[in-house]
């Protein structure tokens, strides 16, 4: 998974003056003064919908087919999982029962990521923003952690 965000980096340039709306995960939980469930399904919610994103710009690439969207593929999905858990039991519901609120978290954080990527990519032919790198580090760090 480090082997990923060198790859984006090296491939991708990155805009350091990018219009960004989010802000960084890493500046996010620095933010916090204790790491509740909620703030884990936040942050587990971002992981899913940066990991979806990367495997989206990335799945048809011959060049990156495997090297970034199957490991981003595999993000999404235990980062999604991972949410849907913390959410059941913060809502005291089931994990089914919580599917659309989960779906709506996620699809509207990847909209972000989207929003930031078409930006980007106007001004400059990249995709990856900083805050986008910075997001993916930090989840491959977690990721890393889950193993």
Same mark, same amino acid.
């Given at each position: 998974?480090? =082997?990923? #965000?060198? #790859?984006?980096?090296?491939?991708?340039?990155?805009?350091?003056?990018?219009?960004?709306?989010?802000?960084?995960?890493?500046?996010?939980?620095?933010?916090?003064?204790?790491?509740?469930?909620?703030?884990?399904?936040?942050?587990?919610?971002?992981?899913?919908? #940066?990991?979806?994103?990367?495997?989206?710009?990335?799945?048809?690439?011959?060049?990156?087919?495997?090297?970034?969207?199957?490991?981003?593929?595999?993000?999404?999905? =235990?980062?999604?999982?991972?949410?849907?858990?913390?959410?059941?039991?913060?809502?005291?519901?089931?994990?089914?029962?919580?599917?659309?609120?989960?779906?709506?978290?996620?699809?509207?954080?990847?909209?972000?990521?989207?929003?930031?990527?078409? =930006?980007?990519?106007?001004?400059?032919?990249?995709?990856?923003?900083?805050?986008?790198?910075?997001?993916?580090?930090?989840?491959?760090?977690?990721?890393?952690?889950?193993?």
């Amino acid at each position: 998974m480090k =082997k990923l #965000i060198t #790859i984006i980096a090296l491939t991708f340039s990155i805009g350091a003056w990018s219009e960004e709306d989010m802000i960084s995960l890493n500046e996010y939980m620095d933010r916090q003064v204790n790491l509740d469930s909620n703030n884990l399904y936040y942050v587990f919610a971002r992981c899913s919908a #940066i990991n979806y994103n990367v495997n989206a710009l990335s799945k048809n690439s011959e060049k990156f087919k495997d090297s970034l969207a199957m490991p981003s593929r595999l993000g999404f999905e =235990k980062f999604y999982v991972e949410a849907g858990m913390v959410l059941a039991s913060i809502s005291g519901k089931s994990i089914e029962e919580d599917k659309e609120n989960l779906k709506a978290t996620v699809t509207g954080m990847i909209d972000e990521y989207t929003t930031m990527s078409n =930006k980007l990519y106007l001004k400059t032919g990249s995709y990856f923003t900083e805050t986008m790198t910075e997001d993916l580090a930090l989840c491959n760090g977690l990721y890393e952690d889950f193993d």
